[in-house]
C-alpha cells in the first residue's frame, strides 16, 4: 500500500475539476486545496525525515507502478484541458469566476503538467522524453525540456543559472529575469548543438524551432475548436502555469551559490546547493520534488528513490507555504536570508 501513497498526488486535479463544474467562489476550489488544505494539513501531518533502506530502493526503483502513476497525467491534464476550454467557449462567466477558473487550471498545469514532465525529462526512454515535451505544451513552455536539462543543471546556484535566484530578488523579479534568460539561454544551448553537428537552423534537430510550431497549432486548434475565447484561455493559463514553475524555481535554489576552484571552474554541485521541503503532503504531492538537494546531486535518480540529507538546506514550509510566502518579499526575506550560509551571502561575484 505504501507504492500507492501518489495517488494523493491526483486530488490536485479532482480539486481543479470541481472548481471547472463550479460558479461563483466555488472557482476558486483548487486554489483554496492548493494554497490552504496542503499547507494546513502539511503541519499536521509534519515532516518526515526518514529514507528507505538501499533494499528498498532497490526493490521500488523499477517497479512499474511507479511510472504509470506519472503518465496517468497525460490523459488526465489534456482531458480536464479539453473539458475547461469547452465550458468557456459554451457558457459567460462573471470576470472573477473566470479569474478563478484560470488560477486552477494553472495549478493543473504546473503540478501535473510541468512537474510530471520535468520527472520524464531527465529519464532515457524515448516514451518518457516524448510525453515530457507534449505535457509542456500547454504550458507554453517547452523551450524548458532544453534549458533545465543542458542548461541549469550545469550551472544551478551560479551567475551564469537563470533559474537561481539571487539573494534579495523578489520573486516578481525573478519571473521577468528567469523567464526572459530561460528563453534566450535555450535558443543558444540548441544553436550550439546544431553547430556542434554541423547542421544548419532550418535542420529537423532543431527542436527549439518545432517547439514554436507544435504550440501554434496547438493554440491554432484550441482556436478553431473553442474559438477566440478559448484562445484567450488557453494563452492566460500556459502564462500562470509557468509563473508557477518560476515560483518553485525561486524557492529551490534562492540565495544559495557554488564557488569558483583555484582552476576558475565552479565546484561541483553539492547537496547543500539546492533547499529542501520534508513536509509529507507536499513531497508526495509533487512527486518527491520537494528533495531537490539529491535531484540535483545524481538527476536520473526516479523521484520515488531520492532521499533527504542533514547537510541540505531546508525550507521553514512546504513548497505550497513557501511559494504563498515567496508572494510578500520583505516576510520571505526576513524568514529566508538568515538561513542562507554566511559564506555564500559573502560571494561578492554574485553581488
Known amino acids: 500500500m505504501k507504492d500507492l501513497k501518489y495517488l494523493f498526488a491526483y486530488t490536485v486535479p479532482i480539486s481543479v475539476y470541481i472548481s471547472f463544474i463550479s460558479t461563483g467562489i466555488w472557482t476558486y476550489s483548487s486554489v483554496f486545496y ?24 532497490s526493490y ?9 502513476m506519472l503518465y496517468l497525467n497525460f490523459p488526465i491534464v489534456f482531458g480536464l ?61 517547452m523551450h524548458f525540456f532544453i534549458e533545465h536539462n543542458y542548461g541549469h543543471h550545469l550551472k544551478v546556484a551560479t551567475p551564469e543559472d537563470p533559474a537561481t535566484a539571487k539573494l534579495n530578488q523578489s520573486v516578481y523579479s525573478f519571473w521577468f529575469t528567469s523567464v526572459t534568460r530561460q528563453y534566450i539561454s ?8 546544431l553547430k556542434r553537428d554541423g547542421l544548419h537552423f532550418f535542420s529537423l534537430k532543431n527542436k527549439m524551432l518545432f517547439y514554436h510550431i507544435i504550440q501554434g497549432l496547438y493554440l491554432l486548434g484550441v482556436y478553431a475548436l473553442f ?5 484567450w484561455f488557453a494563452v492566460v493559463v500556459g502564462i500562470i502555469a509557468f509563473l508557477f514553475l518560476e515560483c518553485i524555481n525561486y524557492i529551490e535554489h534562492y540565495g544559495l551559490r557554488r564557488f569558483k576552484n583555484k582552476s576558475g571552474r565552479y565546484e561541483r554541485i553539492q547537496l547543500y546547493h539546492s533547499w529542501n521541503s520534508n513536509y509529507n503532503l ?15 546531486y545524481k538527476s536520473s535518480k526516479k523521484y520515488q528513490t531520492l532521499k533527504s540529507y542533514e547537510e541540505s ?11 504563498l510566502l515567496s508572494f510578500i518579499p520583505p516576510l520571505w526575506f526576513w524568514v529566508m536570508n538568515p538561513r542562507v550560509p554566511d559564506d555564500m551571502k559573502s560571494n561578492l561575484e554574485y553581488a
Open 60 to 68: 521500488i526503483k523499477n517497479k512499474w507502478i511507479f511510472d504509470l
Open 227 to 231: 474559438s477566440i475565447k478559448g484562445l
Open 186 to 193: 535555450a535558443w543558444n544551448i540548441q544553436l550550439e548543438m
Open 34 to 57: 492548493a494554497f490552504i488544505i496542503i499547507p494546513l494539513l502539511d503541519l499536521v501531518v509534519g515532516e518526515r525525515k526518514e529514507n528507505l533502506s538501499d533494499e528498498d530502493i
Open 81 to 141: 484541458l479539453y473539458f475547461i476550454f469547452f465550458k468557456i467557449h459554451l457558457n459567460e462567466y462573471e470576470v472573477y469566476e473566470l479569474v478563478g477558473l484560470a488560477i486552477s487550471c494553472g495549478i493543473l498545469l504546473a503540478t501535473n503538467a510541468i512537474n510530471v514532465a520535468h520527472e520524464l525529462g531527465h529519464r532515457k526512454p524515448f516514451f518518457d522524453r516524448f510525453l515530457s515535451q507534449a505535457l509542456y505544451i500547454p504550458c507554453l513552455y
Open 313 to 323: 538546506p531546508t525550507l521553514p514550509l512546504g513548497y505550497p507555504a513557501s511559494i
Open 282 to 296: 507536499g513531497r508526495i504531492t509533487l512527486y518527491e520534488l520537494t528533495r531537490h538537494s539529491d535531484h540535483h
